[in-house]
């Protein structure tokens, strides 16, 4: 009876001892729950939350209009196909799969930049806002990274050199100000990497559709 | 001294070595009970009523955010499945769904399945030593850089982070130690899920991406890393924005 007691006794302990290191472990963690991030980093996650959401918000009403297009065409006719046409071509250009143009920005750039210096500079021009990037006459897509090939950096499989121009269509003033910003990606580049970056708006920018089969070979629609 | 030749001090033995146990046990339940007290002390005098407020704010705008997502992929099933039914009214609007259904599996609009690895990285659960970075024993935002980079040129051919379907257009970016991919605000572990031919984890596994830098972290920070060779996963569409508002199409579609 006491030894059964006991056992009970120690069981509980030891449940409780466990119970309390995973909480211990789980308060070393990062501060990622919002409770306990600064002030300053929740009124930047405040600000760009907000910026998100009203993409979706816009995107939910485009959404919708189609919607209401395809509705309004009904299931034939020259109707359906023209909100089909105009679909397919706002797809083709969101992926890279055709040409577009537009106004943005022209970043003229010369000098040893890796291909992480590249690759955060791209990912940095998405964030600002960038609809559609081109290196030269690269466009890239999803898939498209920055790597170090034999004798240069390779996008794609295609060679980029020393000196070469990154154009990003978007809103000319956003993207400016986010890559020149005090901290901003170019100041920190031109601190770490020996080359020049100059930047300036340009109202009329044509950028290439990709080269690139982006067909999958292996990954297949899952309806 | 024999047990058996004193049974009334073998119960004294033995009553002795539990009491020891529970009491050993007892003491580290009160330590480890105090390091969590403190800690949570700590935690609670740095949260004013300011953050508690901004705090909140976040909460609301994360739900905001998950409703909308809800609504936008409900509108994008019903604008395909009208592109669906229209299909077979006439030839043109059949090669028409064809070429959307392919230029949607091509941008990463659609949901895909196959073959592919997973992979999974999480913050250290060593002890940060004194004098150390804390930062330096969590993932960082430049780690999930350099894993999608290494998996996108290992071939790659559709990856997702935490469900967010990577797109021409995502970005992955910090925010102080959080991050977010797309729109979706990501905490750890982060799992990374990429759909390629045979070789994959391989190829990832050797490319410089991966090991230049965040190969280190994890052998140095003892980040927690795991991969895995999958025969199929499934991955979501991308759900966010794919309108335009400043590039415009200057040629007919594909």
Request: aromatic fraction near 4%; charge should be negative.
């Given at each position: 009876?006491?030894?059964?007691?006991?056992?009970?006794?120690?069981?509980?302990?030891?449940?409780?001892?466990?119970?309390?290191?995973?909480?211990?472990?789980?308060?070393?963690?990062?501060?990622?729950?919002?409770?306990?991030?600064?002030?300053?980093?929740?009124?930047?996650?405040?600000?760009?939350?907000?910026?998100?959401?009203?993409?979706?918000?816009?995107?939910?009403?485009?959404?919708?209009?189609?919607?209401?297009?395809?509705?309004?065409?009904?299931?034939?006719?020259?109707?359906?196909?023209?909100?089909?046409?105009?679909?397919?071509?706002?797809?083709?250009?969101?992926?890279?799969?055709?040409?577009?143009?537009?106004?943005?920005?022209s970043l003229e750039v010369e000098g040893d930049l890796d291909a992480i210096a590249l690759n955060d500079l791209l990912n940095e021009l998405r964030n600002a806002g960038a609809e559609a990037l081109a290196v030269d006459q690269i466009r890239i897509t999803a898939r498209s990274v920055a790597v170090q090939g034999p004798t240069s950096l390779l996008i794609d499989g295609v060679p980029v050199?020393?000196?070469?121009?990154?154009?990003?269509?978007?809103?000319?003033?956003?993207?400016?100000?986010?890559?020149?910003?005090?901290?901003?990606?170019?100041?920190?580049?031109?601190?770490?990497?020996?080359?020049?970056?100059?930047?300036s708006q340009s109202d009329d920018l044509d950028l290439p559709a990709t080269q690139a089969d982006l067909t999958p070979q292996v990954a297949q629609p899952d309806d | 001294m024999s047990v058996m030749a004193n049974p009334g001090g073998r119960r004294f033995r033995t009553l002795s070595t539990w009491g020891i146990s529970i009491a050993v046990a007892l003491a580290v339940v009160g330590f480890v009970g105090a390091m969590q007290w403190n800690s949570s002390l700590a935690r609670d005098q740095f949260t004013?009523?300011?953050?508690?407020?901004?705090?909140?704010?976040?909460?609301?705008?994360?739900?905001?955010?998950?409703?909308?997502?809800?609504?936008?992929?409900?509108?994008?099933?019903?604008?395909?499945?009208?592109?669906?039914?229209?299909?077979?009214?006439?030839?043109?609007?059949?090669?028409?769904?064809?070429?959307?259904?392919?230029?949607?599996?091509?941008?990463?609009?659609?949901?895909?399945?196959?073959?592919?690895?997973?992979?999974?990285?999480?913050?250290?659960?060593?002890?940060?030593?004194?004098?150390?970075?804390p930062s330096s024993f969590i993932v960082l935002v430049d780690d999930l850089r350099d894993i999608v980079t290494a998996l996108w040129a290992s071939g790659a051919e559709a990856i997702s982070i935490n469900g967010e379907r990577l797109v021409a257009t995502s970005s992955i970016y910090g925010v102080g130690a959080s991050v977010l991919v797309n729109t979706a605000f990501l905490s750890p572990p982060f799992r990374i899920e990429a759909i390629g031919d045979d070789g994959l984890l391989e190829r990832f596994q050797a490319h410089p991406a991966f090991i230049g830098r965040v190969a280190q972290r994890i052998d140095f920070f003892g980040l927690e890393f795991a991969s895995q060779v999958s025969t199929e996963l499934r991955l979501p569409a991308f759900i966010g924005s794919t309108r335009f508002r400043w590039a415009v199409p200057s040629e007919e579609g594909p």
């Amino acid at each position: 009876m006491t030894r059964n007691m006991a056992q009970v006794s120690l069981f509980a302990v030891g449940l409780l001892v466990g119970l309390l290191l995973i909480g211990q472990l789980r308060s070393q963690a990062r501060p990622t729950e919002i409770s306990t991030l600064s002030a300053q980093e929740l009124s930047q996650l405040i600000e760009t939350l907000s910026s998100r959401n009203g993409e979706l918000r816009s995107a939910l009403s485009d959404q919708r209009d189609t919607l209401r297009e395809y509705e309004a065409a009904g299931p034939v006719g020259q109707s359906a196909l023209q909100v089909g046409r105009e679909d397919l071509r706002r797809i083709a250009a969101f992926g890279g799969l055709v040409p577009v143009m537009g106004q943005g920005i022209s970043l003229e750039v010369e000098g040893d930049l890796d291909a992480i210096a590249l690759n955060d500079l791209l990912n940095e021009l998405r964030n600002a806002g960038a609809e559609a990037l081109a290196v030269d006459q690269i466009r890239i897509t999803a898939r498209s990274v920055a790597v170090q090939g034999p004798t240069s950096l390779l996008i794609d499989g295609v060679p980029v050199g020393r000196r070469f121009t990154l154009r990003a269509i978007g809103s000319p003033e956003g993207l400016l100000s986010t890559i020149e910003r005090p901290g901003g990606i170019i100041p920190q580049l031109e601190q770490f990497i020996d080359a020049s970056i100059v930047a300036s708006q340009s109202d009329d920018l044509d950028l290439p559709a990709t080269q690139a089969d982006l067909t999958p070979q292996v990954a297949q629609p899952d309806d | 001294m024999s047990v058996m030749a004193n049974p009334g001090g073998r119960r004294f033995r033995t009553l002795s070595t539990w009491g020891i146990s529970i009491a050993v046990a007892l003491a580290v339940v009160g330590f480890v009970g105090a390091m969590q007290w403190n800690s949570s002390l700590a935690r609670d005098q740095f949260t004013t009523s300011a953050q508690q407020v901004l705090a909140g704010q976040v909460t609301d705008l994360e739900d905001e955010q998950d409703t909308l997502r809800q609504e936008l992929a409900t509108a994008n099933a019903q604008v395909q499945r009208l592109q669906q039914q229209s299909t077979g009214s006439s030839v043109a609007l059949e090669e028409l769904n064809r070429q959307l259904a392919v230029a949607r599996l091509q941008t990463g609009l659609s949901a895909v399945r196959g073959p592919g690895i997973t992979v999974e990285i999480a913050d250290s659960k060593r002890v940060v030593p004194p004098g150390e970075n804390p930062s330096s024993f969590i993932v960082l935002v430049d780690d999930l850089r350099d894993i999608v980079t290494a998996l996108w040129a290992s071939g790659a051919e559709a990856i997702s982070i935490n469900g967010e379907r990577l797109v021409a257009t995502s970005s992955i970016y910090g925010v102080g130690a959080s991050v977010l991919v797309n729109t979706a605000f990501l905490s750890p572990p982060f799992r990374i899920e990429a759909i390629g031919d045979d070789g994959l984890l391989e190829r990832f596994q050797a490319h410089p991406a991966f090991i230049g830098r965040v190969a280190q972290r994890i052998d140095f920070f003892g980040l927690e890393f795991a991969s895995q060779v999958s025969t199929e996963l499934r991955l979501p569409a991308f759900i966010g924005s794919t309108r335009f508002r400043w590039a415009v199409p200057s040629e007919e579609g594909p």
